[in-house]
């Protein structure tokens, strides 16, 4: 009892104590709230900043990537100068981008187990950041030279026309004609690869007959044709590359004529309208590249033993002449044409290419015609028989063209 009256005589001052006590802690949690405030407040902006930093370094890494992109594509666009070799050294993106770029270029000079493939290396900065892309680039094979005979909008052959290939790259026509007799009694080379082709209706008539396929987007018209291989009316549509201004006014600027050109008997070149014209006599071209506003020839025409000729021309072309090309090979002599019309007849073989999308071809006469006939339309007359050279694959008109293989970035 008097333990009991002692403490209810002493409560105040417990509870007092308790009062004083309960002070501190709270005092206490109030700090340790503050300090875990202030802690969480330091690591929100530390981490903030964090973010900010890892924010920026994207942005200039992803703007470093497409500046050396961009050098890419800039470069590729170059390449219709196959000779390109310059690159780009701290091109700006554009006016206020802080992106640049620069562009080496490198060659079989640079490693010759690149041999006609090409490496760009593009080195894009942003913002203290890089980005490196390689891209290897090969050469796009486009080949113009596939058919012994090719109308963009109409092929008409008939008279007991005749068709095959061989190569001249491996012999003489005579020593691959080694197939047959066919139907029609003829001795062929091939024994396919002759190959008619166009993108509009082929008449294949005449006792025509083709070692090889016969195919348009269009019509096939059979009438007593005999066709060794197959015949489509469905195929693919064929896009033919034009002959460009650029490309004919190369050809003015350095043409080989008169220089180039010897001429007798009634043959003659007109150096004020560059026309080539001639009743009688020859006309013999040396290797180089000639340009005429037109041809009009009974003269003979002779390609120079060992001469490559490539003629173009922007006007028309009849020839009712020898074409004398001892070479017995079609890629040394080609003519490129823009003109209306051409139209050959010779009274020998003949080894030619001709590439005339936007020219009506004749070929009058049944001589022997080795190369490949390509135009808006042919037209065969007299029963010519046209032998496709197939050594005129690896030709290639447009061999500036590159496309990307691969690529990856450092």
Known sequence: ????????????AVAQLLHRRQQGFAFVVVLGILLLVTGLA???????????????????????????????????GMFTDSLWRAGYYRVLVKDGYKGYYTVDVRDSFDNPALKDSLFLVSTGKSDGTESVIEVLLRPVRYREFKWAAFGDTAVRITGGAFFDSYDSDSGTYASQAIYGPDARGNMYAGPLGGNVGGNGDILADGNMVVHGDVATPDTVIVG???????????SAYTNLPPITTGEMDTAKATSNAPGGLTLTGGASYNPATKALSGNSGTVTFTSGTYYFSSIS???????????????????????????????????????????STISLNSGTTMYATVYAPNTAITINGSSDAYGSFIGKSVKGNGGAHIHFDRSLLKMNRNKQKFA???WHVL
């Open 1 to 12: 009892m008097r333990i009991l009256i002692n403490f209810l005589l002493n409560l105040p």
């Open 42 to 76: 330091l690591v929100s902006f530390s981490t903030s900043d964090t973010d900010r930093q890892i924010s920026s370094n994207n942005l200039g890494n992803t703007q470093a990537f497409y500046a050396a992109e961009a050098g890419v594509n800039r470069a590729l």
């Open 224 to 234: 007593t044709a005999t066709i060794y291989g197959n015949t489509s009316s469905s």
């Open 297 to 339: 020839m009974k003269a003979d025409i002779i390609i120079a033993p060992g001469a490559t000729v490539k003629i173009y021309t922007d006007g028309n072309i009849d020839a009712k002449a020898d074409i004398i090309n001892s070479s017995l090979k079609a890629e040394n002599f080609q003519i490129y044409s823009t003109g």
């Open 404 to 406: 990307k293989v691969s």
